[in-house]
């Protein structure tokens, strides 16, 4: 029997959680009945909006429509595992209140799923807006299975707005998103689902992320960077025994937030971290794994020189033997440690 045939079975299920979007919703939800695959439920959890989200979506005319309202707000772990309990396609889309999708998006995540029957999840790149500014994505070639699994040992480079997963794999999780991981809940399910499927990504922005200043990624940064560190704890327990959650954090600080290290001492103590993943793990995709280990080791290093918190000596010493000069350049090393002194010299002193 084809899709279109089994009207009371969805192809996909999209599961969203909402709070408080009444501003966007409609359009993200509008991007999704525009898709070029029309066999699709949509579940929006409502996690107890304080706003009129709910009688936004009381006038969206369209069958494909499921709501669930909650009495109270449990966040968006609890609301996403709400929608997944009644979801019932065969496919299971994530995606967010106010991140919008290409028309073509379902088309091309089901071609690519039905192409490569190993692959439990499959992601895209996205293109990030905030009014009419528009920003890459970070990490546009990164498609390779085993390269994903790489950089999932140091940060989450998957937006939860372009995943597509196997429902079997999705429904294998108990539960489907953990509270307990709250705002790297994602992170979490992307980790857990890998025993179900390896994961995959499209090297085309089928989504535009919402920026704006009531984004979850832009109001809880330092809850994210502890859940974070939490998942990454979990992987790196049999390699760093009882520094696994400090190793953890400094990589979900400065490698996955992006914040520059404290001190040169921080700065070595990454490349150390970096160093033994990659003697551990680099195996997974060896030529990747050593170029990718030294762009993100610079670009901690500059981060910290250009913040003026260590000089380029102090760079030197602490750069690891995987990380040469070459990968970044001395005249952005320069610049750089110009940028840090000026800092230093108009910061007031102590």
């Keep these: 029997m084809s899709r279109s045939e089994t009207p009371s079975c969805p192809t996909i299920s999209v599961v969203m959680a909402a709070y408080n979007g009444s501003a966007f919703i409609r359009e993200t939800i509008e991007g999704v009945l525009a898709q070029s695959v029309a066999d699709f439920e949509i579940i929006v959890a409502d996690d107890a909006s304080k706003d009129d989200t709910l009688a936004v979506l009381a006038t969206i005319d369209d069958p494909r429509l499921r709501v669930l309202p909650a009495e109270r707000n449990g966040g968006p772990a609890v609301a996403r595992t709400r929608a997944m309990a009644v979801a019932r396609g065969r496919f299971i889309v994530?995606?967010?209140?106010?991140?919008?999708?290409?028309?073509?998006?379902?088309?091309?995540?089901?071609?690519?799923?039905?192409?490569?029957?190993?692959?439990?999840?499959?992601?895209?790149?996205?293109?990030?807006?905030?009014?009419?500014?528009?920003?890459?994505?970070?990490?546009?070639?990164?498609?390779?299975?085993?390269?994903?699994?790489?950089?999932?040992?140091?940060?989450?480079?998957?937006?939860?707005?372009?995943?597509?997963?196997?429902?079997?794999?999705?429904?294998?999780?108990?539960?489907?998103?953990?509270?307990?991981?709250?705002?790297?809940?994602?992170?979490?399910?992307y980790t857990r689902i890998r025993a179900h499927g390896r994961i995959g990504r499209i090297a085309e922005p089928l989504v535009r992320y919402r920026l704006h200043a009531g984004g979850a990624s832009q109001a809880?940064?330092?809850?994210?960077?502890?859940?974070?560190?939490?998942?990454?704890?979990?992987?790196?327990?049999?390699?760093?025994?009882?520094?696994?959650?400090?190793?953890?954090?400094?990589?979900?600080?400065?490698?996955?937030?992006?914040?520059?290290?404290?001190?040169?001492?921080?700065?070595?103590?990454?490349?150390?971290?970096?160093?033994?993943?990659?003697?551990?793990?680099?195996?997974?995709?060896?030529a990747f794994a050593r170029s990718s280990s030294a762009a993100l080791w610079w670009r901690m290093a500059r981060s910290g020189l250009r913040a003026g918190r260590y000089g380029v000596g102090d760079v030197a010493r602490a750069r690891p033997d995987f990380a040469p000069l070459a990968a970044t350049g001395k005249r952005a090393i320069a610049r750089d440690a110009a940028i840090g002194a000026a800092r230093r010299l108009l910061s007031p002193r102590s």
């Design 94 to 189: 994530g995606l967010d209140q106010d991140d919008l999708c290409s028309p073509d998006r379902f088309e091309k995540q089901l071609a690519y799923l039905d192409a490569h029957a190993d692959v439990a999840l499959v992601a895209s790149t996205i293109e990030m807006f905030e009014g009419d500014r528009i920003r890459r994505d970070p990490y546009p070639d990164l498609v390779d299975p085993s390269e994903i699994d790489w950089m999932m040992l140091l940060i989450n480079p998957l937006a939860w707005s372009t995943t597509m997963m196997r429902a079997e794999a999705a429904r294998a999780l108990d539960p489907f998103e953990r509270d307990e991981m709250r705002f790297a809940e994602d992170f979490d399910l």
């Design 220 to 286: 809880y940064e330092e809850g994210m960077i502890q859940s974070a560190g939490k998942v990454l704890a979990q992987r790196y327990a049999p390699l760093f025994g009882s520094d696994a959650m400090d190793s953890a954090l400094l990589m979900s600080r400065h490698a996955g937030a992006s914040y520059a290290p404290a001190d040169a001492p921080t700065l070595a103590r990454c490349g150390t971290i970096i160093a033994r993943l990659l003697e551990a793990h680099g195996a997974i995709a060896p």
